[in-house]
T-cell receptor, first 113, second 112 residues
Framework: KAGVTQTPRYLIKTRGQQVTLSCSPI?????VSWYQQTPGQGLQFLFE???????NKGNFPGRFSGRQFSNSRSEMNVSTLELGDSALYLC????????????FGPGTRLTVT | KQEVTQIPAALSVPEGENLVLNCSFT??????LQWFRQDPGKGLTSLLL?????REQTSGRLNASLDKSSGRSTLYIAASQPGDSATYLC???????????FGAGTTVTVRA
């Protein structure tokens, strides 16, 4: 069974631009979560989707948004990029997002210059 | 707010020694706890998942224990190998908030 895939793997953007990251969960998984990882803050929760509904959102500004499609694939968007948005963005999937195991993708490395 | 702490932040051991990694959390009302491994620049690999009703889980050389009442989990890695060098993260899921709260990780170096 294929794992969680994320595209693109690497991205370089300029301040003020916007970016869209994509995540394809493991087949059959309906919950997708997004996390931001930085050396200073560690892993921080961005949001979680289940059956196209956002069930929880982390403490990030409104520039960070996401959505989930009917096939459970998810995208996150960051508008008006800032230098501090440079990070590894990780996506995780699970069957239902409650007591089940979370599986992470390889991440998208975003660099903002 | 759930706080997750991992001590020590870094650990260096000779090959063959057993590893003991600690994780503590402030809110004992958790659904489960999961241990992950992360290699530099890579994603997270799930190692073990312990549900709140369980006391331990084992997989090969790995054994993880959970003491909810004291807010602690320990990951044991037997007979360490250089390939075990990585950062180990613990994460807890608290109630129906649909998210994991992570510790900062313990970076392990196993010397050949």
């Amino acid at each position: 069974k294929a794992g969680v895939t994320q595209t693109p793997r690497y991205l370089i953007k300029t301040r003020g631009q916007q970016v869209t990251l994509s995540c394809s969960p493991i087949s059959g998984h309906r919950s997708v979560s997004w996390y931001q990882q930085t050396p200073g803050q560690g892993l921080q929760f961005l949001f979680e989707y289940f059956s196209e509904t956002q069930r929880n959102k982390g403490n990030f500004p409104g520039r960070f948004s996401g959505r989930q499609f009917s096939n459970s694939r998810s995208e996150m968007n960051v508008s008006t990029l800032e230098l501090g948005d440079s990070a590894l963005y990780l996506c995780a999937s699970s069957l239902e997002g409650t007591t089940d195991e979370q599986y992470f993708g390889p991440g998208t490395r975003l660099t903002v210059t | 707010k759930q706080e997750v702490t991992q001590i020590p932040a870094a650990l260096s051991v000779p090959e063959g020694e057993n590893l003991v990694l600690n994780c503590s959390f402030t809110d004992s009302a958790i659904y489960n706890l999961q241990w992950f491994r992360q290699d530099p620049g890579k994603g997270l690999t799930s190692l073990l998942l312990i549900q709140s009703s369980q006391r331990e889980q084992t997989s090969g050389r790995l054994n993880a224990s959970l003491d909810k009442s004291s807010g602690r989990s320990t990951l044991y890695i037997a007979a360490s190998q250089p390939g075990d060098s990585a950062t180990y993260l613990c994460a807890v899921r608290r109630g129906r908030d649909y998210k994991l709260s992570f510790g900062a990780g313990t970076t392990v170096t196993v010397r050949a």
